[in-house]
């Protein structure tokens, strides 16, 4: 049975929660790449892998602020 008094959840993590969707999905289309695409496209897919990191990226620095406001 679910907990009545739960938190609610914050709305910088639903904005999360849709990061890291989209993040899934490209790596997916990376990761779909056969060998001749990879070839044919390396700029597309190393261009693609640069992006997916800077989103990591930006996702980590989102949660670490969402962190440190929370402890404050």
Do not use: C, W
């Not at 056969?34 to 390396?42: G, M, T, W």
């Not at 693609?48 to 949660?63: G, P």
Request: no cysteine.
């Amino acid at each position: 049975m679910a907990k009545n008094n739960q938190a609610p959840v914050a709305f910088d993590m639903l904005d999360i929660g849709d990061e890291l969707y989209v993040i899934d999905a490209m790596l997916t289309t990376v990761n779909n790449f056969n060998n001749f695409e990879r070839a044919e496209y390396k700029v597309t897919h190393g261009g693609m892998l640069m992006i997916i990191a800077a989103r990591i990226t930006q996702l980590k620095n989102s949660v670490d602020k969402f962190n440190n406001s929370k402890t404050e």
